[in-house]
C-alpha cells in the first residue's frame, strides 16, 4: 500500500461564481466552506471577483502573457487539493465570467485543472435550482482532467432557502448537502492520502508535462 504522502489537513478552495456580492451562490459557497471547515480541513474562501481579468483575447496573450488574476486563480488552486465552485445558472449555461476564467487558466503550463477533484454545487430562484448549469460546467472541467465529484447539489428557490444563520431552512435539504461534502471528502482523502485512483481517464491534448499521458487513455 502507499503510504501517506500527504500528513496535515486537507486543503479545499471554495469560490462562488456571481460577482453580485450578496447572490444565493455566495451564500451557498460560505455555507459548504464551513461544512469542509468542521471536518478539520484547511478551507480557501474565495470570490469571484478575487480573480477579476479581461475577456480572453490570444493577442493580449501574446503580449502580455497572462493576466494577474489567472495568476492568482492559478496559484489558489496549486495550493489546494480539490476545488468547490457554486455557480449560478445563467440562459441554462456556465456564466460568462467563469468560463472566461476557465479559458484563461487553461493556458498555463502544467495546467493546473489537471487531477484536480472538483466538487460543483449552485442556488437559483428557478425550480431547477441552476442544475442544467452544472452539466455544462463539468464538460470544459473534465475536458481539462478535472475529477468532477459525479454527486451535484442545486438548491432551488434560493430566496427563501436560507435561514438567519446560513444554514439552509429545509433540514433535508441541509443534511443532503452535508452528506455530499462529506462523501466529496472522502473521496479526495483517500485519492490524497493513499492514491487510491488508480485508473486515470485525461483527453486534455494541449498539456504535454507527462509525455505519456498525451490523450484519452488509461494512466
Not at 22 to 28: E, F, I, K, V, Y
Not at 100 to 115: E, G, L, Y
Amino acid at each position: 500500500m502507499t503510504t501517506d504522502t500527504h500528513p496535515g489537513p486537507l486543503r479545499v478552495l471554495v469560490f462562488g461564481a456571481a460577482l453580485r456580492a450578496d447572490s444565493a451562490n455566495a451564500r451557498l459557497a460560505s455555507l459548504v466552506a464551513r461544512l469542509i471547515s468542521d471536518t478539520g480541513a484547511t478551507v480557501d474562501l474565495a470570490s469571484m471577483r478575487d480573480f477579476g481579468m479581461p475577456l480572453y483575447d490570444g493577442d493580449v496573450e501574446a503580449a502580455d502573457g497572462l493576466p494577474h488574476g489567472a495568476l492568482v486563480l492559478r496559484d489558489r488552486l496549486d495550493q489546494s487539493d480539490a476545488f468547490v465552485i457554486s455557480s449560478p445558472e445563467y440562459n441554462a449555461s456556465v456564466p460568462g465570467v467563469l468560463k472566461n476564467a476557465i479559458d484563461w487558466v487553461s493556458r498555463v503550463r502544467p495546467q493546473p485543472f489537471k487531477t484536480k477533484h472538483a466538487m460543483l454545487v449552485s442556488a437559483s430562484p428557478s425550480l431547477v435550482g441552476g442544475n442544467r448549469g452544472l452539466w455544462a460546467l463539468r464538460i470544459p472541467l473534465e475536458h481539462l482532467g478535472t475529477r468532477v465529484y459525479p454527486d451535484m447539489f442545486s438548491l432551488a428557490d434560493s430566496y427563501e432557502a436560507f435561514a438567519g444563520d446560513g444554514t439552509l431552512a429545509d433540514p433535508g435539504l441541509q443534511q443532503r448537502l452535508a452528506e455530499t461534502v462529506s462523501g466529496f471528502l472522502s473521496l479526495v482523502e483517500a485519492d490524497v492520502r493513499y492514491v487510491c485512483l488508480e485508473r486515470r481517464w485525461y483527453e486534455f491534448l494541449g498539456d504535454r508535462t507527462e509525455a505519456a499521458i498525451t490523450q484519452r487513455a488509461e494512466a
